[in-house]
C-alpha cells in the first residue's frame, strides 16, 4: 500500500494507519509491523539521498565548517579573511571554473557572454563538470549550448518522470494531449483543427480495435459502428506517433496552444517517445521543432530548462543529421534571445554560423552579411539546397548527412568557412502545414504570392535581416517572394524596411517565372493534378501582374544599385512520367544584370555538381 501512495511517506503512513485501524481493527502487533516497514524506507531514502550528496558536492573543510556553524564568529570575519577560507572550499585548479560560472550566472551581458565562451574551453573530470552543471542558471546551460563543439558534459540528464507518466501507453498519453488542445481559436486554421481530428479519430481510435475476424470480409468498429473493408492497414506505433506530433507541430505555432502544451506533460511524454524510438531522426526533429516553437515565449524556458531538454538540444545540434540539428539549433537561439537578440519563427532556420560567439558586426576590421535562401514550389529548406545528385541514390533518404563528395545543404556546408562573416538563413514557407501527406479538404492552406511574401518578410525581421548587408537567394517561385517582399520594403514607410531596402545588395535567382510559367497554361485538370495550388494560378505567362512586380524590381534594383545574377534552365524536367519546361528561357531572364542560361532542368538548376560548378562560383563571388 505504501508504494502505491508515493508521497509524503510519514503523513500519509500515519494517515493509513488510523484508517487501517478504524477499518479493520487490527491489532497492536500488526500496527508496530507496519510503522516498523515505514522506518526501513525512510532510513533506505535518507541513506540513499546522502550517497547522492556526498558523490555531488565538494566537502567542506572542518575547520571552515566549524567556522559556518558559529554565526557570531563569522560576522565577525573581515572580507579578506571570508574570502580567503571561501578559497579554501574549492582546490586551486577549480577556482577559474566556479569564478567563471559565477560571472556567467549573474554577470551584465559582456560579462556573462565572454565567461560563457571560457567555460566551454575547460577540460574538467566527469564530476567536476557534473558538479558546475548542478549550478548553471537557464541563460549559461542555453549559452553553452549554443556555443560550438562544447563538451556534453556540462549539461544534467533530463529529470526523472513522474510514476503517472512511466506507467501509461505513449498513444493514450498523446490522445490526452491532443484532447486538451482548446478546437475553438480566433488563431486556430481550420485544416489544424481538421488534422487534429483525424489524428484523434481514425488514427487514435485505430490502434484500439480489438474485434476482428479474418473469416469475414467486413470489419466492425465498435465505436462508431461503421464497417470497414479487409484487408485494413495496421499503422505501427512509430507511424502514429509522427502523425500525432505533426498535430501537436501545427498546434504549437499558436501561443496561446504553447502554454496548454507545457501545462499538459507534453515535455514527460516527449523523452518516453525518445526513450521508445531513439534512432528516429524524423521524430527527433518533429520534437525539436516543437520545441523550438514553443521557446519562441520566454516564459516557457524555464520549464524546459528545469526538464533538462537544454542538454539533450545541445547534443541534437551537434548531431550530423541536418534533421535532427536544426530544429535543435533553432530552438536554441530562441531559448537565447536576451543575448542573440533575434528569434527564428516557423519556417525560418539558421544554418550558419554553429557558433554563438561568432559576432556580425558592419565595420571594416569584422564584416559581416545575411544570405537568405527562399526555395520553390514542392521544394523545402531539407531538399532544395542539396548538391545534384545524378544517380538519385539519396532521393528519399531519411540520413541527411553530408559526405565528404555530397552535401546535403550545400549554403552550409560549402559557406563553413566563411561563417564568421556569413549568417546563413534557410526560408521553409508552409512550415508546418507542407509536413501533412494529404490536403486539407475544408482549406487549402496554400497561400497568395502577397500573403506569402508578407509574412515572410514580418519572419525575416524577427529574425534580425535587414540590419547589416543582405544577399537573397530564390529559386523558382522563391524569387518571385524575394521581388515581392523588396517591392514592399521599398514603398514602406516604417525605418526598419528601408534599412532592409538599402542593405539589399544582391539577387541571385535560379529559375524565376519573371513573367510566368507555361505549366500555369495547361489544361485545368492536368494542372491541378501536378500542381494543386493557387500559385499555378499566378503564374501564367505574361501575367499582368508579374509584369508589374519586375517592372518594380528594375526599379528597386536601379535606385539601390543591387547586383543581380539570374540562371535559366534548358533541359526539360520529368515530373509523374512528362517532360515539362517549367520555365522557358525568356521568362527566367528580369531583364536586368547577368544572365545565364544553363543546361539544368528545372529541379538541378539550384543543386550545383560541385563548388566549381557556374551555379555556385557566380554566387559564392557575389557572397
Known sequence: MFSVIGTSGAVVGSGLLAWQVYQTQVGQQQIVELKEKLNIQQRQQKMLLEEVNKTQFVTIPKELRDKLNNYDELSNMNSFETKEDLKSILPRHLRKPWRLLHLANTGGYEQHIKAVQDLSKLSLSDGEYQQLAQSCECRTAVGLARTANVDLRFFLSPSILPPECRERELLEMFKDVLTKLPAESADLHECIAYFTSTALDQYLHSCEEDVMDSDISNEFHRESHHIHSIPRPRISQETLIEYCLQALLSHSTVEEQCSVLMESMTLPLFSLVLAAHPDNAR?????????????????????????????????????????????????????????????????????????????????????????????????????????????????????????????????????????????????????????????????????????????????????????????????????????KMLSTAQDSEDEAMKKLSENTKGVVFYSTPHEGSQIASLNSIIKYFFFPSIEVQELEMNNPALLSLNQEFKHFVSKFKTKVISFGETLPTRHLGVDLTFVPPESSNPGVGEFYPVPFNHMDICKPLSRKSILFRKFYNLV
Open 283 to 483: 521524430i527527433k526533429s518533429l520534437i525539436g521543432k516543437i520545441i523550438s516553437n514553443i521557446s519562441l515565449h520566454p516564459r516557457h524556458h524555464r520549464a524546459i530548462f528545469r526538464a533538462g531538454w537544454v542538454g539533450i538540444l545541445a547534443q541534437w545540434k551537434q548531431d550530423p543529421n541536418l534533421l535532427v540539428s536544426l530544429p535543435a539549433t533553432k530552438a536554441l537561439c530562441n531559448m537565447d534571445q536576451e543575448y542573440g537578440g533575434h528569434k527564428f519563427e516557423p519556417g525560418i532556420y539558421l544554418l550558419l554560423p554553429n557558433d554563438r560567439h561568432v559576432q556580425h558586426k558592419n565595420n571594416l576590421s569584422n564584416w559581416g552579411v545575411d544570405v537568405v535562401f527562399v526555395h520553390g514550389l514542392m521544394g523545402g529548406v531539407f531538399y532544395t539546397w542539396r548538391q545534384q545528385d545524378p544517380d538519385n541514390v539519396r532521393e528519399f533518404s531519411n540520413d541527411q548527412i553530408s559526405e565528404d563528395n555530397y552535401s546535403f545543404c550545400w549554403p552550409r556546408d560549402w559557406l563553413a568557412e566563411d561563417a564568421s562573416h556569413v549568417r546563413v538563413i534557410g526560408c521553409d514557407f508552409d512550415s508546418y502545414l507542407s509536413q501533412w501527406g494529404g490536403s486539407c479538404p475544408t482549406q487549402s492552406f496554400k497561400q497568395s504570392l502577397e500573403e506569402r511574401s508578407e509574412d515572410m518578410l514580418r519572419k525575416l525581421r524577427e529574425a534580425g535581416v535587414g540590419n547589416r548587408p543582405v544577399i537573397f537567394v530564390g529559386h523558382s517561385m522563391g524569387g518571385l517572394i524575394i521581388k
